[in-house]
């Protein structure tokens, strides 16, 4: 008779234990949760839902919950989840924006102002007159339209000169100096008018996007302008030029840096150009700096490619010490005779060709990469 009370007591422990197992696995499978990549992204669900997003933008709140709940079942990589993770942040700023406009009085005809205001204000600009019975989405397509008839035409413009140049430079070599002035400043014009472009098709979204993001990419290219305007102010028409190039680099034509005869040595008074240099640099934190050296065509080609790479790393070895940069933050080249902005046959020709460029690649542009 005591068998079987003893049996129902071992029982009953064997259920304990294993109810005390199941709920440590269960602490530990929230624990995990608590700390999973799918938490900040369910956070950030939860609050846009709590401003409306999930009635205001359905579209976008169903899509997102829907890659949600797919990630959470296939085990989504951290990339994934990072992108999961931008993309709600973006609904929760679209919800909070949604928001505010219906907790005003007239809060879409507002939106719409300030929509054709900004269209408006690049139409300005670029000198493009827009039909006042366009608005909204229209206004916004007829803008993009004209710049891209603009950006064209400007493209074609500058394909034709680059041709002509090619042909002008092979009979006449540094005749093509001004030639080229005008193609450079076509790409420079061909570039802004991709930035305007850019900032239209980014203001066009308006009603969506994340206002501050597209005040830091208009700030950022402002402080870029003032840094480039403040470079060309160091230099007087006979020491140097500073050229911006389409691809965004800047190129600085440092004609008044002079060696001796033959020599890579900086002739006397030099430093007072070089220090206008390097503090010009410092405006350009992180970016490539390539130091070239460039000759007349007096003297044997390989010998003036020898002199002018000497001369570059001359003027490198001095921004590395005054910038206190690292010795393999500068390249440099020696061009020697190859690329004339002037004629050869006249000692001005010949002054203007013997020259340092610094050519400056800002960080996060075209070409900053392995150069």
Known sequence: MLGKPRRIAESLVALVVVALIAGAAWETCVAADDTGPGVEVKRLLDEAKD??????????????????????????????????????????????????MRKRKSGMEALLGRFDQALDEIAALTGIDLSPQLSGDERATALQTALRTRLTALTIRADSLTVANRHLQAAVGGRMAAQDSVITALRVENSSLRQKLWETQLRAGVAEADRS????????????????????????????????????????????????VGSAELAGGQMDLIKRVEDGLRAFPGATISVEGHTDDTGGREANLRLSRRRAETVARLLERDLGLP???????????????????????????????????????????GN
Not at 230 to 247: C, H, I, M, N, Y
């Open 213 to 260: 993001a597209a005040e830091s990419v208009l700030s950022r290219k402002q402080r870029f302008e003032d840094a480039v305007d403040s470079l060309r102010g160091r230099f007087t028409p006979q020491e140097g030029k500073v050229l911006l190039e389409a691809d965004g680099s800047i190129h600085v034509r440092l004609h008044g840096v002079s060696f001796a």
């Open 327 to 369: 010795g393999d933050s500068l390249t440099t080249a020696g061009v020697g005779p190859d690329r004339p902005v002037a004629l050869n046959d006249t000692p001005a020709g010949r002054a203007l060709n013997r020259r340092i460029d610094v050519v400056i690649t800002p960080a996060g542009t075209a070409g900053s990469e």
């Open 51 to 100: 401003h409306g997003a999930k009635g205001q933008l359905p579209t976008s709140w169903w899509e997102l919950d829907r890659r949600f709940e797919a990630a959470q079942k296939g085990e989504a990589s951290p990339a994934e989840w990072d992108g999961l993770a931008r993309d709600a942040r973006r609904l929760l700023n679209e919800a909070i924006f949604v928001e505010q």
